[in-house]
Structure formats: structure tokens, C-alpha cells
């Protein structure tokens, strides 16, 4: 059974730094898609960064690009999001989620598995 925890979440003030960590367990992760989502209150959740366990295939949405950055370490089995010059709109819950399949990876529908979530907030 895939199970993904995220953790690192916290509050800082705008222009700070978080790294996100997700733990991945339950089978082996070569060939999945891990991505990150985000969820604002009142908002619906929206696509952050993804990549494949290779580490090729690296993508962001356009509001992260330059400032997040997705990595992975295959031999700990973790995702972590490197989160630099936060924002007051960067303040919402972070998920991670893998996926075997390579569609709509923009979108939610896309993955099969979530973590729990790890909320972020960035004070102004």
C-alpha cells in the first residue's frame, strides 16, 4: 500500500525559505510520477511541481517557477520541494502525490495516491 507523508511545513515571513519533504513507502517508485499540489483556503487544489523517480520530466506551474524547486532522493525514497523568495500567496496546504500513469499530470485527476498535506504560510 503506497503511503506518502509529507512534512517541513510551518509559518515565515515573505521572502524566506521552507524545504518540503515527502516520504514515500509501500513499493517500489521507478517509473511513477511524483508531483506537488497546493490548496489555498477557498480555492481548489492546484498543480505546483512534478517529475518522474527518474528525476527527468521536471515541470512548474508558472506562479512557482524560479523560486520552487522539485528534487528527489531514490535511495531515501523522498520528494522534497525546495520553496525559496516566499510569497503571502504562496500560503496554502502542500501535497504530495505519485501516480504509475503519465496523463494529466497538470491536473489532480492524474495521480493516484496523497499524502495527508503539510500546511505553509507565509506572513507578510
Known amino acids: 500500500q503506497v503511503q506518502l507523508v509529507e512534512s517541513g511545513g510551518g509559518v515565515v515571513q515573505a521572502g524566506g525559505s521552507l524545504r518540503l519533504s515527502c516520504a514515500a513507502s509501500?513499493?517500489?517508485?521507478?517509473?511513477?510520477?511524483m508531483g506537488w499540489f497546493r490548496q489555498a483556503p477557498g480555492k481548489e487544489r492546484e498543480f505546483v511541481a512534478r517529475?518522474?523517480?527518474?528525476?527527468?520530466?521536471?515541470y512548474y506551474a508558472d506562479s512557482v517557477k524560479g523560486r520552487f524547486t522539485i528534487s528527489r532522493d531514490n535511495g531515501k525514497n523522498m520528494v522534497y520541494l525546495q520553496m525559496n523568495s516566499l510569497k503571502p500567496e504562496d500560503t496554502a496546504v502542500y501535497y504530495c502525490?505519485?501516480?504509475?500513469?503519465?496523463?494529466?499530470?497538470?491536473?489532480?485527476?492524474?495521480?493516484?495516491?496523497w499524502g495527508q498535506g503539510t500546511q505553509v504560510t507565509v506572513s507578510s
Open positions: 502525490a505519485a501516480t504509475p500513469r503519465y496523463s494529466s499530470l497538470w491536473s489532480e485527476r492524474g495521480y493516484d495516491h
Open positions: 509501500g513499493r517500489t517508485f521507478s517509473g511513477y510520477a
Open positions: 517529475l518522474r523517480w527518474s528525476g527527468a520530466s521536471v
